[in-house]
C-alpha cells in the first residue's frame, strides 16, 4: 500500500480497534492481517500506537563487535594457521 493509503488504512482500523471488545479482537487482526499482510505482533503494535507517534528505530543490538585487536588478530592468524 502507498504511504498515504496505508496512513488512512491504519487511522481507521485504529479507531475500530479501540471500540472492539476483546472477543472481537482476534477477528478484528485477522481481517487486519489479511488485508495488509503485517504479522500479527507488529499489528497488535502499530495499532496501539498513538496516530501521530512515529515508528521508533530499531534498537541497537548490544554483543561483541566483529573487530578484533592486534593481539587477538594474531592470535586468530596462530589459531587457524595450517600445520607445519
Same mark, same amino acid.
Given at each position: 500500500?502507498? =504511504?498515504?493509503?496505508? +496512513? &488512512?488504512?491504519?487511522?481507521?482500523?485504529?479507531? *475500530?480497534? *479501540? /471500540?472492539?471488545?476483546? *472477543?472481537?479482537?482476534? +477477528?478484528?487482526?485477522?481481517?487486519?492481517? =489479511?488485508?495488509? &499482510?503485517?504479522?500479527? +505482533?507488529?499489528?497488535?503494535? /502499530?495499532?496501539? *500506537?498513538?496516530?501521530?507517534?512515529?515508528?521508533?528505530?530499531? +534498537?541497537?543490538?548490544? =554483543?561483541?563487535?566483529?573487530?578484533?585487536?592486534?593481539? =587477538?588478530?594474531?592470535? $586468530? $592468524?596462530?589459531?587457524?594457521?595450517? /600445520?607445519?
Amino acid at each position: 500500500m502507498p =504511504g498515504e493509503r496505508l +496512513k &488512512a488504512v491504519l487511522r481507521m482500523y485504529r479507531e *475500530r480497534r *479501540r /471500540a472492539a471488545s476483546r *472477543r472481537e479482537l482476534s +477477528k478484528f487482526l485477522d481481517k487486519f492481517h =489479511g488485508s495488509t &499482510a503485517y504479522h500479527r +505482533k507488529y499489528a497488535i503494535a /502499530a495499532l496501539a *500506537r498513538p496516530a501521530g507517534e512515529p515508528v521508533s528505530p530499531p +534498537k541497537r543490538r548490544r =554483543g561483541h563487535s566483529t573487530c578484533f585487536c592486534q593481539r =587477538g588478530g594474531k592470535a $586468530l $592468524l596462530v589459531l587457524f594457521a595450517p /600445520a607445519p
